[in-house]
Antibody, heavy 120, light 112 residues
Framework: QVQLVQSGAEVKKPGSSVKVSCKASGGSFRNYAVTWVRQAPGQGLEWMGGIIPVFGTPKYAQKLQGRVTIIADESTNTAYLELRSLTSEDTAVYYC?????????????WGQGTLVTVSS | DIVMTQSPLSLPVTPGEPASISCRSSQSLLNDNGFNYLDWYVQKPGQSPQLLISLASNRASGVPDRFSGSGSGTDFTLKISRVEAEDVGVYYCMQGLQTPYTFGQGTKLEIK
């Protein structure tokens, strides 16, 4: 059964960038998409964007356009989220999750989450 | 963007009693294929969200049958027939019909 394993917590300065990885263990992203969702402290869930690795063309939330890049490496079954020009409002737990892409069956499974803290 | 609205936002329940959460969308989630692209997720304390129900009424693998989903179009409901202590958490509805996927505000279920 596939598990998504994310990279560890990060502490970043305002204005810097962060890159979070998400590796599929025990399976692959073949025939699936990868979606990224974030959750600010004490807040709800926010869709950031996603990518279908076999196609390679990502979609992004409008509010993050220009600051976010999502890529996927099929050879290593790893997806990456890069967020630039960080501010304190980007402090959040970032989740990757497998997205059915072709025929809906919900977002499942979710990674364990990566806490990104932006602080001077 | 499709706006998702849940109620109530807080739900204290006595163990063994039923519970119900409502979710409304600002536009129909009924796809041309006849399915409603509405999911339910639960985030238990200190954990990642996990899928409970997809396509409005399909329980995910391993989800107890005391959980059920219903509804169509713009109005959906998650019901728990008999709440157990392990059901504590925040429940979210989400539409997967179009990007950006959007979530409800979350309903915090707690045990009385």
């Amino acid at each position: 059964q596939v598990q998504l394993v994310q990279s560890g917590a990060e502490v970043k300065k305002p204005g810097s960038s962060v890159k979070v990885s998400c590796k599929a263990s025990g399976g692959s992203f073949r025939n699936y998409a990868v979606t990224w969702v974030r959750q600010a402290p004490g807040q709800g869930l926010e869709w950031m964007g996603g990518i279908i690795p076999v196609f390679g063309t990502p979609k992004y939330a409008q509010k993050l356009q220009g600051r976010v890049t999502i890529i996927a490496d099929e050879s290593t079954n790893t997806a990456y989220l890069e967020l630039r020009s960080l501010t304190s409002e980007d402090t959040a737990v970032y989740y990757c999750v497998r997205d059915p892409a072709f025929g809906w069956s919900g977002l499942d499974p979710w990674g364990q989450g990566t806490l990104v803290t932006v602080s001077s | 963007d499709i706006v998702m609205t849940q109620s109530p936002l807080s739900l204290p329940v006595t163990p063994g009693e039923p519970a119900s959460i409502s979710c409304r969308s600002s536009q129909s989630l009924l796809n041309d294929n006849g399915f409603n692209y509405l999911d339910w997720y639960v985030q238990k304390p200190g954990q990642s969200p996990q899928l409970l129900i997809s396509l409005a009424s399909n329980r995910a693998s391993g989800v107890p049958d005391r959980f059920s989903g219903s509804g169509s179009g713009t109005d959906f409901t998650l019901k728990i027939s008999r709440v157990e202590a392990e059901d504590v958490g925040v429940y979210y509805c989400m539409q997967g019909l179009q990007t950006p996927y959007t979530f409800g505000q979350g309903t915090k279920l707690e045990i009385k």
